[in-house]
DNA sequence: GATTTACAAATGGCATGATTTTGTAAATCA
DNA sequence: TGATTTACAAAATCATGCCATTTGTAAATC
């Protein structure tokens, strides 16, 4: 009951095929929601920017719902993405990584079009939960990683309180801006310096 | 161009009577809005709750817009109290404080009808609009006028921040709960205690 | 001073049918 | 083989008109 005759390189190039198709159709979801947004996009509208059939994308995301969430995923991988590398540039200083990951993420997140169609009132509902939902947990999970990797001697779990309450208060401050990034970044140094030392092992501690 | 006879017993009591009036009001919207929800609830309704004509409705409030809003406000303002109660209550220590006071506020929000409608999904634009706008200011300005008066040596605008921090964590936690609230006020006091110790002149700093 | 009554305007269902869109399956194509 | 095309049923969305309700305001009444 197993005919398959020793796999070559014919798996990996599928898999790069597939990784191509996916980010092809959801960088083309990017532009139809920046444009129309959400609610206004349809598949065949995805299909159709993205130069494949309709039932391409059933047969790789499934439904519509799994797609925007494909969608909101990939956003949100790109923004963690861009502040890891910011934190891992400043690693020597964990109070200027703190202050300038903060400080890129509100001002990428203000050009966020997920980020611009909830501020602005529009398809608040679904747009919101997912942000919110699976913003939290994958941004959450990706610094609760990124933290003990740049400073080993964190505990994982404190890790994780840390990156959780950041995420918590990035998203707080991205859909409900109370100053400018900058001032924000400021003030989150601020709040956070001491406990970032004590983790840090603080000298005097 | 100053008529008045001299202000005797009569204002105090024509405020007191308004008060009365707006307190029988937003209790009766409290009691539908627990029962149906606000987008079920009329005008009427609210007037027939209170044993009140409409109208005085209308005279006292102006809209119904501007009758939610005064409801939200009595939500918040009811549990900022119970919650500066217990900040009070704890002044000897300030770590204790932020605990329960967190317990105490994620253990009210969870009974709270206009948080249980937003969590639920049911009537979440509206709703949720308010309780971060109005809520996250309200609450906000509440908290940053008790610390300095629980604990003169921190300045207002640390007081500010700390305050604006803790209840956007608040709120957070409040519409997207990751753990009990016990355990969300444990980590809330080990998040900020360092920074609190600092607002209260540490002892060695 | 509040209530009742009256009323115009806006809003909110609700029934209807047409249209679009979703999601699945089979046939076709390269 | 894997993607495309075609086909199709079910569901969702939309446009329409209509009716009932509700909002908000004003005047009359208690």
Redesign the pocket.
């Known amino acids: 009951m197993n005919a398959e005759p020793a796999p070559t390189v014919r798996v990996p190039f599928?898999t790069a095929?597939?990784n191509l198709?996916r980010e092809t159709v959801v960088t083309a979801v990017e532009d139809l929601v920046r444009a129309r947004g959400w609610?206004?996009?349809?598949?065949?509208?995805?299909?159709a920017a993205a130069?494949?059939?309709?039932?391409?994308?059933?047969?790789?995301f499934?439904?519509?719902?799994?797609?925007v969430e494909a969608y909101v995923t990939k956003e949100i991988e790109g923004l963690t993405a861009r502040v890891t590398e910011a934190v891992r540039a400043n690693a020597d200083d964990a109070h200027r990584a703190l202050r300038i990951a903060f400080d890129l993420f509100l001002k990428l997140a203000s050009n966020e079009p997920v980020v611009q169609l909830i501020v602005k009132d529009a398809e608040g509902g679904e747009l919101h939960r997912l942000l919110t939902g699976l913003g939290q947990a994958l941004a959450s999970e990706q610094v609760a990683t990124l933290i003990p990797e740049v400073w080993p001697q964190v505990r994982p779990d404190d890790a994780r309180l840390l990156a959780e309450t950041l995420v918590r208060l990035a998203i707080s401050h991205a859909l409900l801006p109370a100053r400018d990034p900058a001032a924000t970044a400021h003030d989150m140094e601020r709040v956070f310096a001491p406990f970032v030392d004590e983790l840090l092992g603080r000298p005097g501690a």
């Open positions: 599928q095929a597939r198709l609610a206004a996009t349809t598949m065949s509208d995805v299909a130069g494949v059939s309709r039932q391409t994308l059933y047969n790789e499934g439904s519509r719902q799994a797609l």
